[in-house]
């Protein structure tokens, strides 16, 4: 884990960094650009926004609804949200091998024991003491998880 520190901390601030930073301070500077560069030299646009408050008001009014329809067109119209999806699951190795947590403590052992149940079924076998156990023992895990509580080791660093 220690090695991957530096990677977390540059995805910790580009989170940081396009989240709330330079989201909040391209809508401060594009409000006061347009505002005392645009709005203030033209007497037409003037009497429709009197004030920088005026502005502020008119425009997050306006502009608020119409980014959250383009993030909703984003999302569910277009087909830039597939791609994007797309190239997660393609860059995302847990797609392809089992990701740490109750689905490999619980789920996927679950599942391995109902087929090797399902296969002694059909031969007409018996259930061995020690699969009789690792059985008793999924059921516990299963108990537990649905209970609210965790399996295996939490996968979290210290500083977390």
Known sequence: MAKNKPFRAWFYFR???????????????VLTVTYFLAIENYPVLQAIFPTFGHYIIIVIGIGVPLLVLVGYFHYKRSQAYAAEAEINIEANPYW?????????E?????????IN????????????????????????????????????????????
């Open 106 to 114: 619980v789920v996927f052992p679950l599942y391995l024991n109902m």
């Open 117 to 160: 149940l399902m296969l002694k079924m059909s031969k007409n076998e018996k259930l061995t003491p020690d699969e009789i156990e690792k059985m008793s023992n999924l059921q516990k895990s299963l108990s537990n998880l649905i209970d609210g509580g965790y399996v295996g080791k939490p996968f979290r660093m210290k500083d977390d």
């Open 96 to 104: 392809y091998k089992i990701p740490p947590g109750w689905n490999k």
């Open 15 to 29: 989170q940081g960094w396009t989240a709330y930073f330079a989201f909040i301070m391209a809508a401060i500077n």
